[in-house]
Nanobody
Framework: QVQLVESGGGLVQPGGSLRLSCVGSGFTLDYYAIGWFRQAPGKEREVISCLSSSNDRTYYADSVKGRFTISRDNANGTVYLQMSSLKPEDTAVYYC???????????????????WGQGTRVTVSS
């Protein structure tokens, strides 16, 4: 397993934007498939987005398609989740995951990944 660290969460008004970051602790994420998941209170962890290890394929859940963008910056070993047009229903703890696969076109389940960060909380509220 690898250690991951997320950052960038916070409180934002509806319609606002946030950018989440995911870095590896002591290693680079360059060649890992990376998934972003979220878990709202009382709900199961759900996949939001996934980026293939080769960086050439992305998956987005229907609920965020067109609003969220996943990307990788190999120069600083970081994977980002740019979130725009945020809605109250986007409120959740967001996790990045590695050591897994991004099956296309249906996207991964949480058990497709074995390494997780501690999560960063996103609250969308006026």
């Amino acid at each position: 397993q690898v250690q991951l660290v997320e950052s960038g969460g916070g409180l934002v008004q509806p319609g606002g934007s946030l950018r989440l970051s995911c870095v590896g602790s002591g290693f680079t994420l360059d060649y890992y498939a990376i998934g972003w998941f979220r878990q709202a209170p009382g709900k199961e962890r759900e996949v939001i987005s996934c980026l293939s290890s080769s960086n050439d394929r992305t998956y987005y859940a229907d609920s965020v398609k067109g609003r969220f963008t996943i990307s990788r910056d190999n120069a600083n070993g970081t994977v980002y989740l740019q979130m725009s047009s945020l809605k109250p229903e986007d409120t959740a703890v967001y996790y990045c995951a590695a050591d897994g696969i991004c099956p296309f076109p249906y996207g991964p389940n949480w058990y497709d990944f074995s390494s997780w960060g501690q999560g960063t909380r996103v609250t969308v509220s006026s």
